[in-house]
């Protein structure tokens, strides 16, 4: 069974339009992380959730909105997608913050591709 | 800024021969973590090591971590054609109040390939 499963696995869209990628976890963890990996490899932290409530929120332009139904999910929604929002987006868990140096269980990545 | 920096940016070995890959960071860290990437997949832990332990072992993988320099290596023996993947390391900022307190901060990785 997959630990973290994300969908879609791949996002072709066109400028101006928004779109979701949902992720969930059956690991019973209760912090939930967003990352972007560019096309360099570099990973770059978005958004991160424990138990539902929003700890980490960086520098991401307000068209991306994370959503945490419960502790089990957390989506991502992307309104007015930009060619610079082409990326690989990966959704990870972990069992508690990043502090108490829980290691973290990444999906397999959505790739977004903005035309 | 990026709190790890990976060194090289990429290491091109023949099986059985020994890879050493090198991390350095800014700022004091909690811990400090490496991932190995396979290509199209996502991240997966390889191994943790805190700021008060020096080394740790894991199969074979060893890493080292030298606060005083702020520094880790991580070193993987007698490499296989699989061990073909990205290798990043990921620090846990310390001081509260800090950027990178509690997050994980990955470096951009090394690219290792083991020719069989």
């Known amino acids: 069974d997959t630990a973290v499963s994300q969908t879609p696995k791949y996002l072709v869209t066109q400028m101006g339009n928004d779109k979701s990628i949902k992720c969930e976890q059956n690991?019973?963890?209760?912090?939930m992380y967003w990352y972007k990996q560019d096309s360099k490899k570099f990973l770059k932290i978005m958004f991160s959730y424990n138990n539902k409530e929003l700890i980490i929120n960086e520098t991401v332009p307000n068209r991306f909105s994370p959503k945490s139904p419960d502790k089990a999910h957390l989506n991502l929604h992307i309104n007015s997608l930009e060619l610079g929002d082409s990326a690989v987006y990966f959704c990870?868990?972990?069992?508690?913050?990043?502090?108490?140096?829980?290691?973290?269980?990444f999906g397999n990545g959505t790739r977004l591709t903005v035309t | 800024s990026q709190q790890g920096e990976e060194d090289p940016q990429a290491l091109s070995i023949q099986e059985g021969e020994n890879a050493t890959m090198n991390c350095s960071y800014k700022?004091?860290?909690?811990?400090l973590q490496w991932y190995r990437q396979n290509s199209g997949r996502g991240l997966v832990h390889l191994i943790l090591?805190?700021?008060?332990?020096r080394e740790k072992h894991s199969g074979r993988l060893r890493v080292t971590l030298d606060t005083s320099k702020k520094s880790s290596s991580l070193l993987i023996t007698a490499s296989r054609a699989a061990d073909t993947a990205s290798y990043f390391c990921?620090?846990?900022?310390?001081?509260?109040?800090?950027?990178?307190?509690?997050?994980?901060?990955f470096g951009q990785g090394t690219i290792l390939t083991v020719h069989p």
């Open positions: 090591i805190r700021s008060n332990e």
């Open positions: 700022t004091s860290i909690n811990n």
């Open positions: 690991l019973g963890h209760d912090t």
């Open positions: 990870a868990s972990s069992q508690g913050t990043g502090v108490l140096g829980s290691p973290l269980h």
């Open positions: 990921a620090t846990v900022g310390a001081n509260a109040g800090g950027t990178s307190y509690g997050k994980l901060t």
